[in-house]
T-cell receptor, first 114, second 113 residues
């Protein structure tokens, strides 16, 4: 079975500091995608960043970057220069096959302290 | 604006009273899916649809029904809601490309008393 684990239910970071959220996944697939979604208090699910398993280069989107370790099946999210608006629930997700095969982790709640 | 619209945003109902949560997307996406979000469990897939009249069960389908009579609409039906269906529900759509991920609706907070 495909599973996604986020071992940190809650984390906090000081404004302007850097924080890393952990994610590991279990799969027998060789071709897949990984995602981080952000869910602020508004409940909206917002795509933060995506990574293709075949690409060794880590994806980056502005202050958000990932550390993708395929052999270790690890996909952590680094948020640099944390802002108050980064406070949210963050979900790691894994997609394989075609379209409907999308598995989410349990989420990490991030607090940003002023 | 490209979006997934689901209604209502909040719903309180009583056990056994049939209800429907509507979902509509304006992006001509092939795939649509329903998820429920519960604390500590993340999002779990209830049902998905690969196209009109094609639906299949996800991980937690018991107690739910869906239909896909038109490409843009994918309603979630609870024939006889029970308190264990109290949850946050999301509709999502995708063109089917694995790198796209999903576009999500704004969620429906359902409480069954």
């Amino acid at each position: 079975a495909q599973t996604v684990t986020q071992s940190q239910p809650e984390m906090s970071v000081q404004e302007a500091e850097t924080v890393t959220l952990s994610c590991t996944y279990d799969t027998s697939e060789s071709d897949y995608y990984l995602f981080w979604y952000k869910q602020p208090p508004s409940r909206q699910m917002i795509l933060v960043i995506r990574q293709e398993a075949y690409k060794q280069q880590n994806a980056t989107e502005n202050r958000f970057s990932v550390n993708f370790q395929k052999a270790a099946k690890s996909f952590s999210l680094k948020i640099s220069d944390s802002q108050l608006g980064d406070a949210a629930m963050y979900f790691c997700a894994y997609s394989y096959g075609y379209g409907q095969n999308f598995v989410f982790g349990p989420g990490t709640r991030l607090s940003v302290l002023p | 604006e490209a979006q997934v619209t689901q209604n209502p945003r909040y719903l309180i109902t009583v056990t056994g009273k049939k209800l429907t949560v509507t979902c509509s997307q304006n992006m001509n996406h092939e795939y649509m899916s329903w998820y429920r979000q519960d604390p500590g469990l993340g999002l779990r897939q209830i049902y998905y649809s690969m196209n009109v009249e094609v639906t299949d069960k996800g991980d937690v389908p018991e107690g739910y029904k869906v239909s896909r009579k038109e490409k843009r609409n994918f309603p979630l039906i609870l024939e006889s809601p029970s308190p264990n269906q109290t949850s946050l529900y999301f509709c999502a759509s995708s063109p089917g490309d694995r790198d796209y991920g999903y576009t999500f609706g704004s969620g429906t907070r359902l409480t069954v008393v």
